[in-house]
Structures are given as structure tokens and as C-alpha cells.
């Protein structure tokens, strides 16, 4: 049977969700198989995912009630990007689930606490468990230096992440990687562009990709560019003979058909 490669809401759902969503990753993997991911994946989750998560934690910190970080997660339609309201509400979700398993029942002020508590633990089995899931490999040389979070003397959570170093050809590999697979990158702009009515992150997509591809090899290029290429990227480096799993249908099945992968989307 074939190996899985894990994308990143993949990997996410099967590491930090609560067991029925973990299920469902369950099921979309080959039965027999790895469980593989990449680098890249794990920097493109922790520059996003966790560290919205790390945000919740930190608040929970500073909010009087459960009540009171609801509603700032609900607020997050003025505050936050779409992505990163969602985690949000999703870890909500899962705390909630949590109680239910448990079985017991908690006063508003000691929900806050149990709350903060579980989630000061899930964040940290959860970054043990992002790390070893899945064999971790890295065809597009994505750096290997990510940190893991460490609460600071106040109980609040840190990970200083080489994002700014984002850009520079010397920090990874993605400019040899982009070089060596120009032909593929370049079909996969061709193809995002014949798309009928492509959304904003498929704009977005194109958009950076072609930067990309329009530059000397070597030269510096903005590392936000790379982040609105990740899809692509991750498609690609996912092993040819793998199954690449994911939500994501309608971002990955296009890049699938470019690349020549096989891909195993769940809902």
C-alpha cells in the first residue's frame, strides 16, 4: 500500500483535534503505509496554526472568565485574519469535547482554570506529538532550526521563529528546489492561471508564484511569497508514489493534476 503524506491541515487534525476529527485523517491514510510529512509543513504550521494557538493560550492568561475568551474569539471577525479565528474556535471546540469525555461538571470559574490547564498541556503533548506523527523528510530544504514553545517566568508561551529570515536564498533550500523543478512550478502557474473563477488565495497563489519564477536564481525574494506558495510546494515534495491527504480538495486537486500526485481528501 502506499505511504500517506500528511499536508499541513492534515497533520494538524490528526495531532491536535479532538478523536472524531482525528478519525476521519485515520481513515483517509493507506491502510499499511508511513505516515510521512515535510519540514516545510511544520514551519508552515507553526508559523500559523500554533502560533494561534500560542495566542489563546495567552490570553486565557489575562481574561477573568471562559465567557470572556469566548467572546474574544468570537470578536476575531474585527481582529483576526479568517485562519486564525477558526483555530481558535476549533481549540474551543476541543476543550469542550474534553469536558464531555470527562463526564463532569465545572462552575464558570473553574472551567477558566481547567482550561487553562489543559490547554497549557495540549499545546505542549501537542508539539511532541507534531514532531513524531510522521517521518519528517525535506526535499525542498526547509530549515531544520524550528523551536519548540517554552512558557516564559510569567506562564506565558514563546516561540521565536527565523521568519525573518524568510527570503534570503542562503537560509534554506527553496531556491535550489525551485531551480531544480523550474519546468514543474512553472506548469503548475499555467495551470492555477486557466482556473475558471479562481478564489483569493489561489489569486494569491499564482500571484507569488510567479514572482517567484520570474527572478535569478540567487536572488532575494520576499518569504511571504513562499508562504502563499505553500500548497504547491507541499504538493510537490510529497513523494510521487505516496497519497497526499488533506481537507483541502479544491486547493490540492488542481496541483495534484500538474504534479502527478494521488490525492486522498477527506471532509
Not at 485574519?81 to 477558526?86: I, V, Y
Not at 464558570?108 to 523528510?137: N, P
Request: glycine share 6%; aromatic share 8%; with cysteine.
Amino acid at each position: 500500500m502506499p505511504d500517506a503524506f500528511l499536508e499541513s491541515s492534515a497533520l494538524i487534525e490528526l495531532v491536535f483535534r479532538h478523536r472524531e476529527v482525528q478519525r476521519k485523517v485515520e481513515s483517509a491514510c493507506p491502510a499499511g503505509g508511513r505516515r510521512l510529512t515535510s519540514r516545510y509543513v511544520l514551519f508552515e504550521i507553526a508559523r500559523g496554526y500554533l502560533l494561534s494557538l500560542l495566542v489563546l493560550h495567552n490570553k486565557a492568561r489575562a481574561v477573568k472568565s471562559l465567557r470572556e475568551l469566548h467572546e474574544y474569539t468570537h470578536s476575531g471577525q474585527r481582529l483576526f485574519q479568517r485562519h486564525r479565528r477558526e483555530t481558535m474556535l476549533a481549540a474551543y471546540e476541543d476543550y469542550l469535547a474534553h469536558l464531555q469525555a470527562l463526564g463532569i461538571s465545572l462552575t464558570e470559574e473553574q472551567r477558566l482554570s481547567h482550561f487553562r490547564g489543559w490547554f497549557s498541556q495540549h499545546l505542549r503533548h501537542g508539539w511532541r506529538r507534531l514532531t513524531g506523527a510522521a517521518k519528517t523528510i525535506n526535499p525542498a530544504g526547509c530549515r531544520e532550526d524550528i523551536p519548540a514553545p517554552v512558557q516564559n517566568a510569567n506562564g506565558l508561551y514563546e516561540q521565536p521563529l527565523p521568519t525573518q529570515e524568510c527570503g534570503f536564498p542562503k537560509a534554506c533550500g527553496l531556491d535550489g528546489y525551485l531551480s531544480a523543478h523550474r519546468a514543474d512550478f512553472e506548469a503548475a502557474a499555467r495551470a492555477l492561471a486557466a482556473l475558471d473563477d479562481p478564489d483569493a488565495e489561489t489569486k494569491r497563489r499564482l500571484s507569488a508564484l510567479q514572482s517567484l519564477l520570474a527572478r535569478k536564481a540567487g536572488a532575494d525574494f520576499a518569504g511571504e511569497h513562499c508562504w502563499s506558495c505553500g500548497d504547491a510546494i507541499i504538493c510537490h515534495e510529497a513523494p510521487i508514489d505516496a497519497a497526499i491527504v488533506s481537507k483541502n480538495r479544491k486547493h490540492f486537486e488542481p496541483l495534484c493534476a500538474v504534479f502527478g500526485r494521488t490525492l486522498r481528501a477527506y471532509v
